[in-house]
């Protein structure tokens, strides 16, 4: 019965490849939400959807690109990785309403070498 | 949205009252303040929110001063297992911010038996 969701947990990768981070939530929310927390624990907002609709696109290199295929599911897909994309990635949810009321999952933590 | 201000560390006894405070002195008049917590390698959790008028949920309880420059989360008899970062966050409700949670260093409490 897990709200938020996000596969896999932990990724291990090397540099220049391409990546991919799954999420879904089953809260029946319309809006989700990408964030990345550093090594120095900021956590920042990355993206965000509403109904399959992006509606913040913070600051993001292009190598970065959410696709949302349906309400429940906002994927990440990350090309040519790069060592300063080691974080823990965060995938969140919330009601359309209540858009700062987000549910988080547990996060992914990407290790590029 | 406006800064937020909060003590770096504070230290609480179980089974006592933590009272969580931070500074929002550049609040607007539709900006809401909203509590997270994240605990050790876990995603961040809604807590409590408010915009001018007092807040208790089953979690929290939120004090906001009358002109809304401060604001106190208080965990009323606090456990080993609300050790985590506590984050303080001012954001209007909607407009062009929509869902966009600005997280600082927040406080991190360490609640001791």
């Known amino acids: 019965d897990t709200a938020v969701s996000q596969t896999p947990k932990y990724l291990v990768t090397q540099m220049g490849n391409d990546k991919s981070i799954k999420c879904e939530q089953n809260?029946?929310?319309?809006?989700m939400y990408w964030y990345k927390q550093d090594s120095k624990k900021f956590l920042k907002i990355m993206f965000s959807y509403n109904n399959k609709e992006l509606i913040i696109n913070e600051t993001v290199p292009n190598r970065f690109s959410p696709k949302s295929p349906d309400k429940a599911h906002l994927n990440l897909h990350i090309n040519s990785l790069e060592l300063g994309d080691s974080a823990v990635y965060f995938c969140?949810?919330?009601?359309?309403?209540?858009?700062?009321?987000?549910?988080f999952g547990p996060g992914t933590r990407l290790t590029v070498t | 949205d406006a800064k937020t201000t909060q003590p770096p560390s504070m230290d609480c006894a179980e089974g006592r009252a933590a009272n969580l405070p931070c500074n929002h002195s550049t609040i607007s008049g539709n900006e809401y303040v909203y509590w997270y917590r994240q605990i050790h390698s876990q995603g961040p959790q809604y807590i409590i929110h408010g915009l001018k008028n007092n807040e208790t949920n089953e979690m929290a309880s939120l004090i906001i001063t009358e002109d809304r420059k401060s604001s106190t989360l208080i965990l009323p008899h606090a456990t080993l297992r609300d050790t985590a970062v506590y984050y303080c966050?001012?954001?209007?409700?909607?407009?062009?911010?929509?869902?966009?949670?600005?997280f600082g260093q927040g406080t991190i409490l360490t609640v001791h038996p």
């Open positions: 969140a949810s919330s009601l359309p309403g209540a858009v700062h009321e987000q549910y």
């Open positions: 809260l029946g929310h319309d809006t």
């Open positions: 966050i001012v954001s209007a409700a909607g407009g062009t911010s929509y869902g966009k949670l600005t």
